[in-house]
């Protein structure tokens, strides 16, 4: 019975030395893919906040219910931070009660997806088709009346343009 603990445990940590860990899996996601708009490190550093800049370009994620986009209730679009490319309209958008704004969909075309696997199982992220900054994360427990997809977005990696 040790033997199968000592087994288990080994495998567990033998399984934490991966891509996962790999602190530049974002920077090669954007190498692999090319993107319309391209610009340098500096150049983002220094046209983005450091929140965005941590989210868009380093992939990180901001704390939950922090956004301020949870209580908008306007209809318009939400853009991203970065490059103003259209992602998500507001009549998609449903409170998910996880903390980050949620849509059931996004804007067709304007949204390219990738394999996360930073936390050890991979996950459907989500950039923006035009610059690659990363926006969060899709799951299959969105609405089921719509569908079915819960687009788990980053505030800060989104500006809000109301309709006129």
Known sequence: MKNIFLFIGCMLLLSCNGKAQNKNSQQEVRQTNKFPVTKTDAEWKAELSEAEYYVLRKAG?????????????????????ACGNPLFRSEHKFNSGTGWPSFDRAIEGN?????????????????????????????????????????CINGVALNFVADK
């Open 61 to 81: 994620t901001e704390r939950p219910f922090t956004s301020e986009l949870l209580e908008i209730k306007k209809k318009g679009t939400y853009v991203c931070a």
């Open 111 to 151: 949204v390219a997806y990738g394999v996360d696997n930073k936390i050890g199982v991979p996950r459907d992220e989500e950039h923006c088709a035009r610059c690659g900054g990363h926006l969060g994360h899709v799951f299959d427990d969105g609405p089921s009346n719509t569908t079915g997809k819960r687009h």
